[in-house]
């Protein structure tokens, strides 16, 4: 069993930051991707930036700039650090991971529950 939990969302005002964080748990060999996911009221569930085992990262033309995506190989967690906040980017923030469990050659597909993410004055 492998278990994704988020932290950090909450009520920021336009133009503030935040940061999320997202920590892996359970039975795990190896973590190839990790990805932030979101979903706005009454949308579909988008991508939002993901990182590879090695670093490398992706992102969403709407958060190029302002979002930035790391992570810890060692901790088996994930970030995204969340700057010039708009309205837009209000939405439940999901953690996904492409994980090969212990004693397994196949990998899995995992979520968190989701945070969320809500920017007003």
């Known amino acids: 069993q492998v278990q994704l939990v988020e932290s950090g969302g909450g009520l920021v005002q336009p133009g503030g930051s935040l940061r999320l964080s997202c920590a892996a748990s359970?039975?795990?060999?190896?973590?190839?991707?990790m990805n932030w996911y979101r979903q706005a009221p009454g949308k579909e569930r988008e991508l939002v930036a993901t990182?590879?085992?090695?670093?490398?990262?992706n992102y969403a033309d709407s958060v190029k700039g302002r979002f930035t995506i790391s992570r810890d190989n060692a901790k088996n967690t994930v970030n995204l650090q969340m700057n010039s906040l708009k309205s837009e980017d209000t939405a439940v923030y999901y953690c996904n991971a492409d994980v090969r469990r212990s004693f397994s050659y196949s990998s899995v597909e995992v979520w968190g529950q989701g945070t969320l993410v809500t920017v007003s004055s």
């Open positions: 359970g039975s795990i060999f190896s973590i190839y991707a």
């Open positions: 990182i590879t085992s090695g670093g490398s990262t």
